[in-house]
């Protein structure tokens, strides 16, 4: 299977379906911090902050960021063996998703006063555009019109002012020099 037919399988996934907690080991978790090498550090609803690590299907596929929320397993006999990464990511929750399961009554308590929109609110919505654009290639293949405007913005990136205007740099060139003498008149 192509890395597009993965990435497209995961986004469905993610997206489309409404993941629930199943089991005693399944909790829904807010994310406290990023670590590096897809692992970050969660909260669960009884408060315990443990380290819990991306699976490699959603690497380079779903972003995560401190704020988000999940579903995560904990890792059988990981606490009795000391080990730093003590759960498993199951899901990616996105807004839709958290509206459902607090309407199910499944949301814990400690994360009630949370907002529902989370900082991955834009990220899903891209990704939604994206899938929704691979089903219609077809038939906005014959558009030269380009907008950038719906595209992901990585928000991790500082934004830098705005365009430059071609006419404030051709002002500079018939400037003196240094020494204050135009180059007509060494001549």
């Known amino acids: 299977m192509s890395s597009a037919t993965k990435l497209k399988y995961v986004a469905r996934e993610v997206l489309d379906e409404l993941p629930v907690p199943s089991g005693p080991n399944e909790h829904i978790v807010r994310v406290i911090a990023t670590r590096g090498n897809n692992l970050h550090e ?7 902050r443990i380290l819990c690590m991306m699976p490699t299907k959603f690497r380079k596929k779903i972003w995560i960021k401190r704020g988000d929320y999940l579903i995560a397993q904990k890792l059988e006999g990981s606490e009795k063996l000391n080990l730093r990464v003590q759960a498993e990511i199951n899901h990616v929750l996105y807004p839709d998703q958290l509206k459902e399961l607090r309407a199910m009554a499944i949301w814990p308590e400690r994360f009630r006063d949370a907002p529902v929109s989370t ?16 089903g219609n290639e077809d038939e906005n293949d014959d558009s ?3 907008n950038d405007d719906d595209l992901f913005q990585n928000p991790n990136r500082r934004r830098y002012g ?5 006419e404030d740099e051709d002002d500079d060139e018939d ?9 007509e008149q060494d001549q």
Do not use: T, W
Request: proline letters at 10%; glycine letters at 8%; aromatic letters at 2%.
């Open 42 to 48: 969660v909260e669960f609803p009884d408060g315990q």
């Open 119 to 134: 900082p991955a609110s834009a990220e899903a919505q891209s990704v939604r555009k994206e899938a929704q654009a691979d």
């Open 144 to 146: 030269d019109e380009e």
């Open 162 to 166: 705005g365009p430059v205007d071609p």
């Open 175 to 183: 400037d003196e020099d240094d020494d204050g003498n135009n180059d």
